[in-house]
């Protein structure tokens, strides 16, 4: 989706700049300029949007539909299925995260969402099914989801919108008079802008944090921490993986060679999931858009499940 842009990145950071491409300096520049343009494509395009339809879908009619009606589960395993077809790393998946509970969607169900996108997306199966054994593949894929639909329905369960942002509550109790659409359209315009400008100065500092780390930390820091089987390698596995940014392709390779130097192979998948699924750059932007109880429970809750997750594998492998 945005390989015209890394393209771009790329010429001006090595051909403009004259940096050279083997530096750390160059490749920490290269992913802030990088991931900052995406996001903000990503902010404008999809806040715009989803303001535009609460416009004529009211948010209370989505969120009683959603809080309401029994769905068996169905509105968690939907959110993880379009989880899975967003191919967005942990911070790119926050836009989205934003734009679904400005229209009204439960938290619970959100979350589901942010949780699977950058873990079990088309990108992380393509490359895991070109590496690993298909049976690995889908045991990964039906693990990650179930993961991420009892995570969020956990936080879903524990009363927490009070712990979003104000201002985003404030986006999701609007009611809209009857407007023209180029009357719509501006307001929503209006209204992104003035959400996206509060979001965006965290989105730097976190996208500055991840790029320090992407162009600091080699990718066999951890390889001999990861070895063997002792009981704390799990956790470790999942503390170690935070601080190493990156997505579903930049960490497979890293997989690839954890397995290669004898790290166990359930220990090697919950280190992936833990480098995409969790971020310090994450925390970071989301700081400004929860408050501090429901993001430690979100991290929290998503690295018990992680570990409960490479428990499986191991038994399994």
Not at 44 to 71: A, D, G
Not at 177 to 190: A, G, M
Request: aromatic share 14%.
């Amino acid at each position: 989706m945005f390989a015209w842009l890394d393209s771009l990145v790329s010429w001006f950071v090595y051909d403009w700049l004259l940096l050279d491409s083997a530096s750390h300096f160059s490749a920490a520049l290269h992913f802030f300029v990088y991931d900052t343009i995406k996001i903000l494509i990503l902010l404008i395009v999809i806040v715009n949007i989803m303001t535009l339809i609460t416009q004529y879908f009211p948010v209370y009619r989505i969120k009683k539909f959603l809080t309401t009606k029994k769905l068996y589960w169905a509105q968690y395993l939907l959110s993880a299925l379009f989880g899975v077809i967003t191919p967005f790393c942990s911070c790119s998946a926050i836009p989205l995260f934003i734009g679904f509970l400005n229209a009204g969607i439960p938290l619970g169900v959100t979350l589901t969402f942010l949780i699977t996108s950058p873990m079990v997306n088309e990108v992380a199966i393509a490359l895991l099914a070109g590496t690993l054994w298909m049976k690995v593949v889908l045991i990964y894929i039906f693990v990650g989801i179930g993961l991420a639909m009892v995570s969020g329905y956990l936080l879903g369960k524990m009363n927490l919108d009070s712990s979003i942002a104000p201002f985003l509550m404030d986006e999701m109790t609007i009611t809209y008079k009857q407007h023209t659409f180029r009357e719509r359209l501006s307001l929503s315009v209006k209204k992104s802008f003035t959400l996206i400008e509060k979001i965006f100065p965290y989105v730097l500092l976190g996208v500055a944090v991840g790029a320090g780390i992407h162009g600091l930390i080699p990718d066999g820091y951890f390889t001999t921490f990861l070895q063997g089987s002792a009981w704390y390698t799990l956790p470790l596995a999942v503390i170690a993986g935070v601080p190493m940014y990156t997505n579903a392709a930049g960490v497979v390779p890293v997989v690839q060679a954890l397995i290669a130097k004898w790290v166990p192979l359930a220990t090697a998948l919950t280190f992936m999931m833990a480098v995409i699924g969790l971020s310090l750059p994450e925390f970071l932007i989301l700081k400004k858009v929860m408050k501090a109880k429901l993001l430690f429970l979100f991290f929290g809750v998503v690295a018990l499940c992680m570990m409960i997750a490479g428990a499986i594998f191991t038994l399994i492998f």
